[in-house]
């Protein structure tokens, strides 16, 4: 048997909002998804970065071939 996670709805979001406002509190929320925010903008720019040595990579090894 094959389980599938899904997205949460709503509700579970709403539950998760409550949970991470418990836990940080409200002044901290604010600087916690800044802080989030540039560790996925840091990680998307070096995930392009990979990609773009892999491409130039393959682009050398078939000029080379």
Do not use: Y
């Not at 709403?14 to 418990?22: A, K, P, Q, R, S």
């Not at 925010?37 to 050398?60: V, Y």
């Amino acid at each position: 048997m094959v389980h599938v996670f899904n997205m949460p709805g709503p509700t579970e979001l709403l539950i998760i909002l409550f949970i991470v406002l418990l836990i940080f509190g409200a002044g901290k929320l604010p600087d916690t998804g800044r802080a989030l925010g540039k560790a996925i903008k840091e990680f998307k720019s070096a995930r392009e970065g990979l990609e773009d040595d892999t491409e130039k990579g393959n682009k050398e090894k078939k000029e080379d071939a």
